[in-house]
């Protein structure tokens, strides 16, 4: 699916992309390069790129891109902070759900990165990630919002 | 207060308002039908709402909008992981007030949701919260921002 | 470093400044007066300021302006609640280093602020600090962008 619109001046742009990604039963899932074309194909220069989750038990991240220790590292560090072992009143929709919904209020529903020069300005080490909190693999929509020049 | 700009050309606006919303001694409410008609009134199709809280013991948060139990689990698994037993160097302003000050750093001051079609796409489940973390009633004051395509 | 640019038409605006803060080995450096005259000498009246930080070991925060003693308890908790202590696969940049990532995640990379009336819309109390989570001073690099009206 996609929504685009863009102004009749040359000059500002609103552009919309929605993306469904499937979460294969592994808690990280970079998504850097899914984003990427859709900012280029929306040929701003100078801008801003949303990405926004329509979820409340998984979550959106900026993390370190190059060692996959750190992305177990992270899920063993919420695993712990949130266990599935605590007494939750929210329980009808199995012992993960609670814990997922709390380990997405702890991190991001959406992540904002400027559009320089036509490409995300992501540090050298950042890259964006989906966080499954569920157990079971899930598919996850996206909003990837543009604004700016082109 | 409203305060209200737009373009003289009929394609890009930007939009402010600001609300005044009192949390009445409950940690959540949900602020979802303040927001969506000024989204409406906006006349934005296409675009992004940015919504903003003035205070630093405070969050805005999206959440499941369903089920008051994932409120009650969110407010008693903060309330142990930062709790007033323990031991702060600032205390001049109450035993609740630096873990609201923690709790604010651990969830968001400000919530970016993307304006498709003339609607937040928020997804099935998601509600925008205020969540109030120090005990007494507060009037807290947000920013709610717009900008888009009419 | 700055990249700027302005749209033909007097209305809408697209701003960018890349900053480098060094972080002088102390946790929390208040960066509020630095961003405070990009916001000026845009001339946006109406918009939106976000900051991002391209890093995956710092993070950006909005809180508490006035007494120190807020910024040691925040370090003071998340120091206990990331050990260095604890045992992690990730350990090849040293025991500060993924400790450093999980706060980068409990916490933001990016923060985003309304521009009212030529100012941005922050609390009587609000500061935006950048949060150093790396024990050795670090230059640590930042975007704001700027969008609006004039």
Known sequence: M???TKNLTPTTYHHQEVLQIP???KPLTK???QIEPIVRDSG???????????????????QENADPDVLRDLEAFFADLVPESR?????????????AHIRTALTHTSEQIPVVR???ALGTWQGIYIWEH???SQTRQLVVHLSGNA
């Not at 007494?87 to 814990?99: A, I, K, N």
């Open 118 to 120: 036509g490409r995300l």
């Open 2 to 4: 996609t929504y685009q």
């Open 87 to 99: 007494s939750y009143y929210h329980t009808t929709e199995g012992p993960d759900d609670m814990p």
């Open 23 to 25: 979460t294969r039963g």
């Open 44 to 62: 701003i220069q100078t801008g801003l790129c949303t990405v926004f989750l329509c979820h409340t038990s998984a979550s959106l991240l900026i």
């Open 31 to 33: 998504i850097t390069s």
């Open 134 to 136: 569920r157990q079971r």
